[in-house]
């Protein structure tokens, strides 16, 4: 393969896969945001990919604070689930922006990792199903193909059900 141009966050999760000796293999492939029309371009189920949500959770009364939920491609957030792990009265999907901020990435490459003590990361058990995940690597056209068990060793998440079950009518 190429060697990798450098842009900050996808550079940043690679030395992070490969500090913490992650089984993991960067994959080009062309521009895409879109996790079921990327699933089709990497060649794997639905239910392999990896989609990253930030929500907003909370309430005027107790403040809000924003999450990144990691979710397989085949399932959708439930927002009445993140806002009760958070202790929050509700949530919702976090402004573009505000999500592109906090994690350095453009909507659509968000990757599974928080670099932000203020971007906690749960993680739907469902998340784990699959042996292998497909998660962005911070650029339309890279993704990362990761031994599920790994993704545990550097981002730590917390395993929560945030997600509907598969085909659930969440927003998102």
């Known amino acids: 393969m190429p060697e990798l141009t450098e842009h ?4 940043r999760l690679l030395r992070l896969l490969t500090e913490s000796e ?17 699933g089709v371009l990497r060649g794997h189920p639905l239910a392999a990919a990896t989609r990253m949500v930030v929500t907003v959770a909370g309430g005027p009364a107790a403040g809000e ?21 958070c202790g929050g009265a509700g949530a919702r999907l976090a402004r573009r922006k ?7 990435c ?16 749960p993680a739907g058990p469902a998340r784990f199903d699959e042996p292998t995940l497909y998660v962005n690597a911070a650029r339309l056209d890279l993704s990362v193909a990761l031994a599920a068990e790994d993704h545990r060793k550097p981002a730590g998440p917390k395993a929560v059900p945030v997600t509907e079950p598969p085909g659930g009518a969440a927003a998102l």
């Open 22 to 38: 992650a089984r993991s293999t960067p994959l080009r492939h062309p521009p895409e945001g879109q996790t079921a029309r990327a």
């Open 98 to 104: 505000a999500a592109e901020a906090l994690t350095g």
């Open 106 to 121: 453009v909507s659509g490459s968000i990757v599974p990792f928080s670099c932000h003590d203020r971007l906690p990361v």
């Open 8 to 11: 900050t966050a996808s550079d």
């Open 65 to 85: 604070r924003q999450v990144l939920s990691v979710v397989p491609g085949d399932r959708r957030v439930d927002f009445a689930r993140v806002a009760r792990e």
